[in-house]
């Protein structure tokens, strides 16, 4: 699909002029979200510029979070989402939201007993039991985060209760947290974490650590979600009332 065209009587310099033409063609529907941007080699052909300029133009676009890099698949137009940060959903309705389809692979799924770390943070005594959930987050088909969930044994009976959704499951049994603490940290993700989202090593992520807790006051789960930075904003409303 052709972007546009280069104007011969622009002075600004080449790579801008082809930022601008990808800007147009996303802003134009003309490139849509989760698109491949074609290969260096074929821009530079099309448009006639050095393969120099279609890296930097390129570039500037992936830093801007306006295209994201996926190891080993190419260039796509990123598909950024906006999350509040003050609403007590899930990822299937995040995704639900934007008119994604939320899906999950599995890392590991585990009944065990608490350790002391999780034992702090959901109140629990010592050698309580838990379930434990680790899985890759994807929004059709895109690595969006990594989750590593623990959830006080009494919110459910067992592992498989949990097809796709956590918050499903737990909606169905009545033990849906209404209440939640979080905090956000970035984090650069480490080869292991970067192979699982298809990123590189370095690639800016987001950490936020839900903690969340039952109508009765009882803690429910505490998450580590990794987030791929170039894939959020996490927005809020803020009021002095
Ligand atoms: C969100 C929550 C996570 C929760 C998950 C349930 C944040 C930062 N984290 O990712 O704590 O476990 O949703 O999603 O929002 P699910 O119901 O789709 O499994």
Redesign the pocket.
């Known amino acids: 699909d052709q972007v546009g065209r280069f104007r011969a009587d622009n002075p600004s310099p080449l790579y801008l002029q082809l930022q601008q033409l990808i800007r147009e063609g996303i802003g134009g529907n003309v490139l849509n979200q989760g698109d491949a941007i074609p290969p260096e080699r074929d821009l530079a052909i099309e448009y006639d510029v050095s393969r120099i300029t279609v890296r930097k133009a390129i570039g500037g676009l992936v830093e801007e979070g306006l295209l994201t890099r996926r190891r080993g698949a190419g260039t796509f137009v990123a598909g950024r989402v906006e999350?509040s940060f003050s609403k007590l959903?899930?990822?299937?309705?995040?995704m639900a939201a934007r008119g994604r389809r939320?899906s999950?692979s599995w890392i590991s799924r585990a009944p065990g007993q608490v350790n002391p770390e999780e034992a702090m943070m959901l109140g629990l005594s010592p050698g309580a039991p838990v379930l434990r959930f680790a899985r890759i987050?994807y929004a059709d088909d895109e690595p969006m985060?990594l989750?590593f969930?623990t959830l006080a044994g009494y919110c459910l009976t067992s592992v498989d209760a949990?097809e796709?959704?956590?918050?499903?499951a737990l909606e169905k049994v009545g033990n849906r947290p209404v209440r939640a603490l979080?905090r956000l940290r970035a984090v650069p993700f480490g080869t292991e974490h970067a192979r699982m989202l298809g990123v590189d090593p370095g690639h800016a992520g987001l950490l936020?650590e839900?903690r969340?807790f039952l109508r009765d006051g009882r803690a429910a789960?505490v998450?580590r979600?990794y987030y791929r930075g170039d894939a959020y904003d996490f927005v809020a409303e803020l009021s002095d009332i």
């Open positions: 999350k959903s899930s990822f299937t309705e995040d939320a999950s987050r985060a989750e969930s949990v796709e959704s956590l918050y499903t979080q936020i839900r969340a789960e998450t979600s």
